[in-house]
Structures are given as structure tokens and as C-alpha cells.
């Protein structure tokens, strides 16, 4: 960690993993999004870390999920079909997250009981945010 990243991980209290492609910012549990993209993606993983990508339209769960697992934090590439990991985005400028229009209304209710659990974990390190086990698909 170079002293500079040492630095903005103090000021902002949130910790940043890296970027991808240089300029899509990977942040760890990050306390606030105020200032970042209005329409988020993030993937949470079994132990309730929450990462979250600075960025609205161009890197998608998979590429993310890729990513993360090339800087050593180990995901699934269809993050959507784990039982550890859920794939999120961010309603508007909002601290809501809803499942990734990847999954499909029955998925949803099959799982209902696992993402509860899992969606326990992610709000226990992130209580700040509200996590709903719908898919933003259902807000359009």
C-alpha cells in the first residue's frame, strides 16, 4: 500500500482495494457513497464484505468479479449462482442496494431463506445501507 493510498483510506475511512482499467475506483466497505456513482454495482461475499466498484455503466458483476478475484480476494465468476456471494446495485444517489437484475424473481424465492443469511452478514459490516431482496428490475 503506497502511503498516499495509506493516506485516503484515513481521510475517507473506507478502504480502497484498487482500480480497474486506472479509473474505476474498488472500494471495501465503504462508510459512505454520497460522492460516488448514482448507480453503483457491488458484490458481497460470505463473510459480509461489501465491494463496491465507483462506477455506473461499464464494469459489470462479472468483470468486477474477475477483477477482485485477480487481486486476491477470491469470487465466483457468475456471482448470481453462488450460495456465499450476492451481486448488488445501488437504486439512484440512495443507500438501498437491490440484487443485480441477473437474478430472476425465482430465483429469488427459491433462495429467499440463503439470501437472508447472507443479506445479515452484508448489513452487519454495512449498517448503513439498506439491502433489499428484490431485483432492481422490480423498481422500473
Request: proline content about 1%; cysteine-free.
Amino acid at each position: 500500500m503506497t502511503k498516499l493510498t495509506e493516506i485516503l483510506n484515513n481521510i475517507l475511512n473506507e478502504e480502497l482495494v484498487g482500480e480497474i482499467d486506472s479509473k474505476y475506483e474498488v472500494y471495501k466497505n465503504p462508510k459512505s457513497i454520497k460522492r460516488m456513482e448514482s448507480r453503483l454495482r457491488a458484490i458481497s461475499d460470505a463473510k459480509g464484505n461489501l465491494y463496491i466498484v465507483n462506477d455506473s455503466h461499464n464494469i459489470m458483476h462479472l468483470k468486477f468479479s474477475i477483477w477482485l478475484t485477480s487481486h486476491g480476494i477470491s469470487m465466483p465468476r457468475n456471482v448470481w449462482h453462488s450460495k456465499k456471494h450476492m451481486a448488488w446495485n445501488r437504486e439512484a444517489n440512495t443507500n438501498r442496494f437491490y440484487l443485480s437484475d441477473s437474478y430472476t424473481r425465482t430465483q429469488i424465492f427459491q433462495n429467499k431463506n440463503l439470501y437472508e443469511k447472507l443479506i445479515k452478514k452484508v448489513k452487519s459490516k454495512n449498517s448503513q445501507y439498506d439491502f433489499v431482496l428484490k431485483s432492481i428490475e422490480d423498481l422500473k
